[in-house]
């Protein structure tokens, strides 16, 4: 059975810094790509970072030059860097990886299969 797990959450002020991890059992992310997504109060979940298996990665404008998503294979963790936070960057974040070997991050939530709990992040003005 596989389950995914992120930590690192918490609250800090706004300009801050926050690092996010997400492990998983059952599951080798080797050769997935693996996503960060959030969900604000009242909001849709959007997608935050994703990188593919091959390395590529991709950012939501709003974190743009903010957030940095990095994957350490052999100690199957991806981690999401997040400095100058800002109180919008408040919400639930989710790690997600996609089932399929070699598989590139697509468009939004689509293909993604393994998802954690999530960690809370807020960020206090």
């Known amino acids: 059975q596989v389950q995914v797990v992120e930590s690192g959450g918490g609250l800090v002020q706004a300009g801050g810094s926050l690092r996010l991890s997400c492990t998983a059992s059952?599951?080798?992310?080797?050769?997935?790509?693996m996503g960060w997504f959030r969900q604000a109060p009242g909001k849709e979940r959007e997608r935050v970072s994703c990188?593919?298996?091959?390395?590529?990665?991709f950012y939501a404008d709003s974190v743009k030059g903010r957030f940095t998503i990095s994957r350490d294979n052999a100690k199957n963790t991806l981690y999401l860097q997040m400095n100058s936070l800002k109180p919008e960057d408040t919400a639930m974040y989710y790690c997600?990886?996609?089932?399929?070997?070699?598989?590139?991050?697509?468009?939004?939530?689509?293909?993604?299969?393994?998802w954690g709990q999530g960690t809370q992040v807020t960020v206090s003005s």
């Open positions: 997600a990886a996609k089932a399929s070997r070699g598989s590139t991050c697509g468009a939004g939530d689509l293909g993604f299969n393994y």
């Open positions: 990188i593919s298996w091959s390395g590529r990665r």
């Open positions: 059952g599951l080798s992310f080797d050769g997935l790509a």
